[in-house]
């Protein structure tokens, strides 16, 4: 039979079981409700859940406009380098 020891325990593990309790701790002091207006609705929700919710939202907005971003920069980069040797095929066919 093996004994529990803190040697079996990872670092990411030890993070896992620090942000789990923050985030119960969180919840537990957060459990009111909150009205929500939004256009013509409304409707209670607590508040942790709320905040929870906006978080999640604006990390993933964050993901994909950022990835939306770097294609745009992406392209753009290929189009000038494309353009580029556009004009100097144009200037050594003049020549």
Do not use: C, H
Request: glycine content about 4%; aromatic content about 16%; cysteine-free.
């Amino acid at each position: 039979m093996s004994r529990f020891s803190l040697k079996n325990i990872s670092f990411s593990q030890i993070l896992g079981i620090i942000a789990l309790v923050l985030l119960i701790t969180f919840v537990m002091q957060n459990l009111s409700n909150v009205s929500v207006k939004f256009i013509r609705w409304t409707f209670e929700i607590p508040i942790f859940l709320l905040i929870i919710i906006v978080f999640f939202v604006g990390f993933y907005t964050s993901i994909f406009a950022g990835s939306g971003l770097e294609k745009f920069f992406k392209k753009k980069e290929t189009y000038e380098v494309d353009m580029k040797k556009i004009s100097e095929n144009a200037k050594s066919s003049e020549k």
